[in-house]
């Protein structure tokens, strides 16, 4: 079965400084996806990031880029430059290429960006 | 602009009766899901339909229903027969199958049962 561990229920940064939130997760599958969401208070799921297991680069989207290690199965997301906007719950999901289609997401890292 | 809605934003009932979420999409998304959040324990699916008229239960479908008439609609019914309905309801899409495709997320329903 494919869990999703994020190990840090909160963190907080100091604004214009960085933050790296870690997720694993354990699969038996090569060929898979993981994505980064962001929840702000408003509560709805926007993508802030993807990595396709198979693309050794690490993906990156402005300020957000992550560290996969596929070996170690670790999937971590790194916010530079942090903004008071970035403050939210973050959860880390795993999909599956076969099977049934769906996503196994953490329990998720509240980050909180102090001015 | 195109996108998810939910509605109410806010739901509440009382213990017994059945409640049902609407949520609606304009995206021409072929699947739609539904997930359920409480606090601790992320997101955990409930139901999702990858075409009209077809769908498949998720990791905790008991005592939920859902129905997949029209593409742009999947419903959740909430009955009484759930255990435990207080959570905050999120609905999602996606273009299709395909496993690279990010799921778009509704704003959510909070559904209060006493």
């Known amino acids: 079965a494919q869990t999703v561990t994020q190990s840090q229920p909160e963190m907080s940064v100091q604004e214009a400084e960085t933050v790296t939130l870690s997720c694993t997760y354990d699969t038996s599958e090569s060929d898979y996806y993981l994505f980064w969401y962001k929840q702000p208070p408003s509560r709805q799921m926007i993508l802030v990031i993807r990595?396709?297991?198979?693309?050794?680069q690490n993906a990156t989207e402005n300020r957000f880029s992550v560290n996969f290690q596929k070996a170690a199965k670790s999937f971590s997301l790194k916010i530079s430059d942090s903004q008071l906007g970035d403050a939210a719950m973050y959860f880390c999901?795993?999909?599956?290429?076969?099977?049934?289609?769906?996503?196994?997401f953490g329990t998720g890292t509240r980050l909180t960006v102090i001015p | 602009d195109g996108g998810i809605t939910q509605s109410p934003k806010y739901l509440f009932r009382k213990e017994g009766q059945n409640v049902t979420l609407s949520c609606e999409q304009n995206l021409n998304h072929d699947a739609m899901y539904w997930y359920r959040q409480d606090p601790g324990q992320g997101l955990r699916l409930i139901y999702y339909s990858q075409i009209v008229n077809d769908f498949q239960k998720g990791d905790i479908a008991e005592g939920y229903s859902v129905s997949r008439e029209k593409k742009e609609s999947f419903p959740l019914t909430v009955t009484s027969a759930q255990k435990n309905p207080t959570a905050f309801y999120l609905c999602?899409?996606?273009?299709?199958?395909?496993?690279?495709?990010?799921?778009?997320f509704g704003n959510g329903t909070r559904l209060t049962v006493t």
């Open positions: 999901a795993y999909r599956r290429t076969t099977g049934a289609n769906n996503l196994f």
């Open positions: 990595q396709e297991a198979y693309k050794q």
């Open positions: 999602a899409s996606s273009p299709g199958s395909s496993y690279n495709s990010p799921l778009h």
